[in-house]
Each structure stands twice: as structure tokens, then as C-alpha cells.
């Protein structure tokens, strides 16, 4: 798999995880320290993909966090 494949995973998968954590917000009754808790991990995804799609358009393939 090439790097650009990996990104691409990448980027599916964090896509995936956001959408399905926005549905849980949006479907369910939680509690306020659950709903944070999502919120939080909703940010760091979107950080996270932020990452991957400018490495993906600048063809930068280290492997940094």
C-alpha cells in the first residue's frame, strides 16, 4: 500500500468516526460529561484529519504527531 493509499484510509476512517460520533449526538439522550467527552474526541478527529489532508496535498510522508 502506497503512502497516498494509507492517507486515504486515514482520512476515511477518521471521516467514519466523526460522522457516526455526530449521529450519537444527535440521536441519543446523554448526559452532559458523555456529550463532552464526544465533543472533545470530535475535535481531536477533525485536528487529526486536518493533519492528514495537508499531507496528503503536500506529499509529505513522515509519520509525525
Keep these: 500500500m ?3 493509499e494509507q492517507l486515504l484510509r486515514d482520512i476515511e476512517a477518521l471521516r ?3 460522522e457516526i460520533e455526530w449521529d450519537d449526538l444527535a440521536s441519543n439522550p446523554i448526559r452532559e ?3 463532552e467527552t464526544i465533543r472533545l474526541h470530535i475535535e481531536r478527529c477533525q485536528a487529526e484529519l486536518q493533519t492528514l489532508l495537508r ?3 503536500t506529499g509529505a510522508d513522515d509519520n509525525s504527531n
Design 33 to 35: 460529561g458523555e456529550r
Design 2 to 4: 502506497t503512502k497516498a
Design 55 to 57: 499531507r496528503l496535498r
Design 16 to 18: 467514519e468516526s466523526i
